[in-house]
């Protein structure tokens, strides 16, 4: 599977993006993807993940809820991230993930990652 991060840059705070993650290959396989994120000279953490099966459970970090939304289109094998009420504290590297199986999503564990795009809030 590849996945191909799009849609960061610099945005004033309070602003919004919206991420996408397109991905290709195998993707029959694919059970969720996930978004993470990091700042240098820290950890990567969860944001937010999506089931692609007909119910789509979605899943988010308790820091991001009510401010950024996880969607999906099928048809295209993309998923989105829109993020509003931007904070500088938002601002990281932010990378999509993809899991085949469900223990993957409980565990945060995933098989495959795409390149990153960097995010950046401005105060």
């Known amino acids: 599977v590849q996945l191909q991060a799009s849609g960061g840059g610099l945005v004033q705070a309070g602003g919004s993006l919206r991420l996408s993650c397109a991905a290709s290959g195998r993707t029959f396989n694919i059970y969720a993807t996930g978004w993470f994120r990091q700042v240098p000279g820290k950890e990567r953490e969860f944001v937010a993940a999506i089931t692609w099966g007909g119910s789509a459970n979605t899943y988010y970090a308790d820091s991001e809820k009510g401010r950024f939304t996880i969607s999906r289109d099928s048809a295209k094998n993309t998923v989105y991230l829109q993020m509003n009420s931007l904070k500088p504290e938002d601002t990281a590297v932010y990378y999509c993930?993809?899991?085949?199986?469900?223990?993957?999503?409980?565990?945060?564990?995933?098989?495959?990652w795409g390149q990153g795009t960097l995010v950046t809030v401005s105060s």
């Open positions: 993930a993809v899991t085949n199986t469900a223990a993957g999503v409980i565990l945060r564990e995933y098989d495959y």
